[in-house]
């Protein structure tokens, strides 16, 4: 049974950075594509960044250019640089395994993200 456990949420002010990470408990871990989910207030949990298991990134338009996805097989982790915040990338951050529209694993407990203006 695969567990995610994210951490690095805070707030910050509008143009300032975090560094979100996502621990996998698991053996397959590097096999396994991953992914960044925001749940903003009121709105569904959407996909923001992925990291394929060859370290091919994709991210939302909306996070293009301001967010970088990386992963470190060794530490069986994925982080989420973020940069240049703004309002609207708050919400509760969560990390999975995309699998098309669905996930593979259970959903952790998030990290929460507030951005001031």
């Known amino acids: 049974q695969v567990q995610l456990v994210e951490s690095g949420g805070g707030l910050v002010q509008t143009g300032g950075s975090l560094r979100l990470s996502c621990v996998y408990s698991?053996?397959?871990?590097?096999?396994?594509?991953m992914g960044w989910y925001r749940q903003a207030p009121g709105k569904q949990r959407a996909l923001v960044a992925e990291?394929?298991?060859?370290?091919?990134?994709n991210y939302a338009d909306s996070v293009k250019g301001r967010f970088t996805i990386s992963r470190d097989n060794a530490k069986n982790t994925v982080y989420l640089q973020m940069d240049d915040l703004k309002p609207e990338d708050a919400g509760v951050y969560y990390c999975?395994?995309?699998?098309?529209?669905?996930?593979?694993?259970?959903w952790g407990q998030g990290t929460q993200v507030t951005v001031s203006s």
């Open positions: 999975n395994v995309p699998f098309g529209r669905f996930v593979k694993a259970a």
């Open positions: 698991g053996r397959t871990f590097s096999d396994n594509g």
């Open positions: 990291i394929t298991s060859s370290a091919t990134t």
